[in-house]
T-cell receptor
Framework: NAGVMQNPRHLVRRRGQEARLRCSPM?????VYWYRQLPEEGLKFMVY????????ESGMPKERFSAEFPKEGPSILRIQQVVRGDSAAYFC????????????FGPGTRLTVL | DQQVKQNSPSLSVQEGRISILNCDYT??????FLWYKKYPAEGPTFLIS?????DKNEDGRFTVFLNKSAKHLSLHIVPSQPGDSAVYFC???????????????FGKGTKLTVNP
């Protein structure tokens, strides 16, 4: 039973480009969460999605960031017109149920903006 | 406003001794707490959790204690092993019953080093 998969593991973009981060949850999990970790910081919640629905996006920056979790395929975190401050590790987690359940994390995508 | 605080950025212990990692929280809506362990360049790995209806949960060498009145929890690792060296994150979840959220709120982590 494969764990949470994220790709790419490392992504380098120049300022103004777009970054697409992919997350495949654990088999059978329909709840996906995205977190961002800046250097020397803990993980900060960005968005919580179920299949085809955004449930909580209170941690998402208002501009340039979007997320989706289509009926088929992985969840995508999209960052348009990246800036240097977007450089961080982006972690995806999935859970089987929605309430008070362990979230299993992927290995993360390390985004570097030049 | 940091709702989950891990005030010790680092901790060093000798192999075989007890490691105690502390975590404080401010939001009384939190009703489920988790500890994650993280190695460099990897995602966090779930270790142990505790519901607010309990004050202790034990799993092998790992025990989590919760003091609700003090809004404090701690992770005890005994005996500590060199392989335990990692960053440990405390996380909390707000209860859905009280209009909370599923999102995990993390502390900044404590780097544990277990010396042979």
């Amino acid at each position: 039973n494969a764990g949470v998969m994220q790709n790419p593991r490392h992504l380098v973009r120049r300022r103004g480009q777009e970054a697409r981060l992919r997350c495949s949850p654990m088999k059978g999990h329909s709840h996906v969460y995205w977190y961002r970790q800046l250097p020397e910081e803990g993980l900060k919640f960005m968005v919580y999605l179920q299949k085809e629905n955004i449930i909580d996006e209170s941690g998402m920056p208002k501009e340039r960031f979007s997320a989706e979790f289509p009926k088929e395929g992985p969840s995508i975190l999209r960052i348009q017109q990246v800036v240097r401050g977007d450089s961080a590790a982006y972690f995806c987690a999935s859970s089987l149920y929605s309430s008070n359940n362990e979230q299993f994390f992927g290995p993360g995508t390390r985004l570097t903006v030049l | 406003d940091q709702q989950v605080k891990q005030n010790s950025p680092s901790l060093s212990v000798q192999e075989g001794r007890i490691s105690i990692l502390n975590c404080d929280y401010t939001n009384s809506m939190f009703d489920y707490f988790l500890w994650y362990k993280k190695y460099p360049a990897e995602g966090p790995t779930f270790l142990i959790s505790i519901s607010s209806i309990k004050d202790k949960n034990e799993d092998g060498r790992f025990t989590v204690f919760l003091n609700k009145s003090a809004k404090h929890l701690s992770l005890h690792i005994v005996p500590s092993q060199p392989g335990d060296s990692a960053v440990y994150f405390c996380a909390a979840v707000g209860g859905m019953r009280t209009g909370g959220s599923e999102k995990l709120v993390f502390g900044k982590g404590t780097k544990l080093t277990v010396n042979p």
